[in-house]
């Protein structure tokens, strides 16, 4: 079977991108029409009164519009980041807006126009990277110097995925095309490398005996894998979070490896599990054997059915039939970091967070992963399914806010809360006299709806830092445009207290009252 024509093919399937879809951003961002003058660039003091509004512009990668866009979920950023939090005396809200390569290649990606850039996983990370791969080519080039004269002058950038592959080097040699074109499209800007071991479709019909080396490809078109991660609470990012693990959705991305001596300021923010990704969802290679027949039917099929997809991806992927081989699929991803966090050093000192994970995507709890029975009839899309049970599913986008927010500079005391719609911030010094002043952070959603809104101060007393009274509400600030806060007078005088805040919104015909979380978000002791 003569197959090598398709490594053409292939590499214009790579071109296109295949990975987890990306999203679309509304540049006419809600929370800017209702609440800002755009004629006199002025804030509306009926919302904000006292409170300094703080904008924070975030630039989301996209692909270039066409008709033939992949999977693309246009809800997903602009809901996430649709999003304003009140911290202390600060209005902080993002202002998202899509960029294209056009725009990157004429020079707008400039810090006096963006603050954070944000490159998500799927059709737009994995593409940019194939394309990028191709180092030498004098439009790649360009592309790649504007977003690192972004970087080194102060700009912040979060990455998902195939955005994170496209940012780094491999750590490792590469041993297929996708993994050399990963490797050449680093930006040149971390640190920080990818371990990632992926191959495409291709390879199991062009090589069927090495069908293992679609390697992360195979979990990626499995379907979503929930993955238990150890987390680094010790980072501003994940400091006000009371678990040491959090479930996250991954789809296929990469490894991280940390340099030994780093040149700049560098933290793992998350590991993957200790358990190898087969132990917890064993993925077996499949080798097609349907020879150019079957592909030759499914191409067919494709133009048939006038699909707005890749078609020649399409093909690789409906062509039949397709077998199963003994070989497991190890990527060896075993306690390597899968979320990190770095600051280029220089004097702008730009903020870095890469993820080899998806905290964008909602996470099923308790889902189920089916093989697919080996059959006559098999194609490559349907060998593995991801099915949800009934027991619900839970969003990470607090992990993407808070990311965004510290690439931004936002002062880790003001960073978005992690439960709910409140927190109280950390107080410092720890310890502290009998009447000191607490600060509180909460969203602003009731700005948006002319709602009214409160925040509660509850706390928790103990004279040895054991033995913790029942939680009691000291005060109601009921005035959000001098910002949240209340002067705390000891009530139980000197000793350890513990406190949580719980917001209330009022609109016409609704009230939110926020649930207590899980634990206390401060504590401090007071001394005489």
């Known amino acids: 079977m003569k197959l090598k024509p398709l490594i053409i093919g292939v590499m214009l399937i790579m071109l296109g991108g295949t990975l987890i879809a990306t999203a679309n951003i509304d540049p006419n961002n809600y929370r800017i029409d209702t609440m800002h003058n755009p004629e006199n660039n002025e804030f509306n003091n009926s919302f904000y009164g006292d409170l300094e509004v703080i904008i924070i512009r975030v630039a989301v990668l996209f692909e270039e519009p066409s008709g033939n866009m992949i999977g693309t979920n246009k809800e997903k950023f602009s809901s996430i980041l649709d999003y304003g939090w009140i911290a202390g005396n600060k209005n902080y809200f993002f202002l998202t807006t899509p960029i294209y390569d056009k725009d990157i290649l004429r020079g707008t990606l400039i810090k006096d126009n963006y603050d954070v850039l944000i490159c998500p996983g799927g059709d737009v990370g994995a593409g940019e990277a194939m394309i990028r791969g191709f180092f030498r080519r ?13 970087v080194k002058n102060g700009g912040g950038y979060v990455s998902y995925c195939g955005g994170t592959v496209l940012f780094t080097e491999l750590s490792k040699t590469p041993e297929t095309f996708s993994e050399r074109q990963y490797d050449k499209s680093s930006l040149g800007l971390s640190c920080v490398k990818s371990y990632y071991n992926c191959g495409s479709p291709l390879y199991p019909i062009v090589f069927p005996n090495k069908a293992e080396k679609i390697g992360a490809f195979m979990y990626l078109k499995s379907g979503s894998s929930f993955l238990d991660m150890p987390i680094n609470t010790d980072h501003p990012i994940f400091d006000d979070f009371l678990n040491d693990t959090r479930l996250i959705m991954w789809g296929g991305g990469p490894a991280l490896v940390l340099p030994d001596n780093p040149d700049r300021a ?3 923010l998350a590991l993957y599990p200790e ?40 093909t690789l992927c409906t062509a039949k039939d397709w077998e199963k081989t003994d070989k497991i699929i190890d990527l060896n991803y075993s306690n390597k970091p899968c979320m990190t966090a770095e600051v280029y050093p220089n004097g702008n000192k730009a903020r870095i967070v890469l993820n080899g994970p998806h905290p964008d995507y909602p ?44 690439a931004a500079k936002v002062p880790d005391n003001d960073l978005p809360p ?108 007071v001394i005489e």
């Open 363 to 406: 996470v099923w709890q308790d889902p189920i992963y089916e093989e697919a029975e080996d059959t006559d009839d098999n194609d490559f899309n349907g060998l593995y399914h991801t099915i949800q049970k009934t027991n619900g599913s839970f969003s990470n986008w607090w992990i993407v806010r808070r990311e965004v927010a510290w």
């Open 275 to 314: 358990k190898e990704i087969h132990e917890i969802k064993p993925l077996y290679a499949w080798k097609y054997t349907g020879g150019i027949r079957g592909l030759i039917k499914a191409f067919f099929e494709q133009i048939k059915a006038r699909s707005n997809k890749n078609i020649l991806l399409e």
């Open 266 to 268: 560098v933290d793992a």
């Open 418 to 525: 992690v439960y709910g719609s409140s927190q109280v911030c950390d107080i410092y010094p720890y310890e502290q006299p009998l009447n000191f002043t607490i600060t509180g952070v909460c969203d602003d959603k009731h700005l948006m709806f002319n709602g009214k809104a409160s925040l509660d101060l509850f706390y928790s007393y103990s004279h040895k830092n054991s033995d913790w009274t029942p939680w009691t509400l000291y005060e109601t600030d009921i005035n959000y445009q001098d910002g949240w806060s209340w002067e705390f007078d000891s009530p139980n005088g000197l000793g350890y207290y513990q406190f949580y805040s719980l917001s209330h919104v009022e609109y016409e015909y609704d009230v939110i009252d926020e649930t207590a979380p899980p634990g206390p978000d401060a504590i401090a002791k």
């Open 138 to 150: 004098p439009i790649n080039k360009l592309w790649k110097n504007n977003i690192a004269k972004f």
